[in-house]
């Protein structure tokens, strides 16, 4: 039986007859891969270590004639430690399901792996901070959907063009950064028209999510900057829950998919934010 090796991540298991289990990986390349680990459920498998979900393993896989399987695994990141918390295993879980949202079976998604290991990473590393795994998350979705063509239109207003600024009013202090000319203030976010709206045109479209300043500053920061930059930001509550909504508004909308994992986190969050619980 011809045989090849894999490095990747993997995304989720699922039973299969008896003793086994299907597995879906996300591989360096971007590839999502669905393979058969054979005799897994058995005490003692050999496989069981490496086909964890979220572990980064190397896998060598024999090829089959409809399913490939495993042959053997080798776990180059356990990443137990996300395991630690309820939130970020949830959280991992959001990410997993991203994964394949924006992969495709056997075929390859440049650049989707490297962003998904770095929030596994970041999550396997920092204890359990919501208000951290929340931007972690924005910047993974912000990212994959760049990667996606699908990006969300930060920069300027998707209604008249103007470029968009958080001070609309020029003033003569040297403040930093100084507003651009004749921009607009960003006011609301339109999935339809894919992109946020300054405040002029806004009223236009009443079925838009309201966008303060201060959330479109944050989701253009997390775009940009790697995880760990990302972290450093501190928003407030009311501004990352409005983050939350505006990205997974933009996600269901162009994926036209909701995601199971995220509405488990925002209970979590929910839950957290009304209990005053310590971020
Ligand atoms: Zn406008």
Redesign the pocket.
């Known amino acids: 039986m011809p045989l090849y090796t894999v490095e990747g991540v993997v995304l989720r298991t699922r039973e299969y007859g008896e003793r086994d289990r299907l597995v879906t990986l996300l591989d360096r390349e971007g590839v999502r891969r669905t393979v058969l680990a054979k005799g897994v459920r058995r005490p003692k498998s050999s496989l069981a270590a490496g086909v964890q979900p979220y572990t980064h393993s190397r896998f060598l896989l024999w090829k089959g004639r409809s399913l490939d399987g495993v042959s053997q695994v080798q776990v180059l990141e356990a990443l137990t430690g996300l395991r630690a918390s309820l939130e970020a295993l949830a959280a991992a879980a959001y990410v997993a399901e991203l994964a394949e949202a924006f992969t495709q079976e056997g075929a390859a998604s440049p650049g989707v792996f490297p962003v998904v290991l770095a929030v596994l990473r970041r999550l396997d590393a920092a204890p359990a901070d919501g208000r951290v795994h929340a931007l972690w998350l924005r910047h993974a979705e912000l990212r994959l959907l760049d990667l996606a063509g699908l990006g969300m239109q930060l920069d300027a207003?998707?209604?008249?063009?103007?470029p968009l600024a958080a001070e609309a009013a020029p003033t003569a202090a040297a403040g930093d950064p100084r507003p651009l000319p004749g921009a607009?203030r960003p006011a609301a976010y339109s999935a339809e028209a894919g992109g946020v709206?300054?405040?002029?045109?806004?009223p236009e479209r009443p079925a838009a999510l309201p966008l303060d300043p201060a959330t479109w500053q944050v989701l253009r920061r997390v775009r940009r900057l790697t995880p760990t930059l990302a972290a450093r930001l501190r928003p407030g509550d009311a501004v990352l829950a409005r983050a939350a909504e505006v990205v997974q508004t933009h996600l269901v909308y162009h994926l036209g998919r909701p995601f199971r994992s995220h509405g488990f986190l925002a209970i979590l969050e929910e839950a957290r934010w009304s209990s005053g619980a310590p971020r």
């Open positions: 207003c998707q209604g008249c063009g103007r607009g709206l300054c405040e002029r045109c806004a």
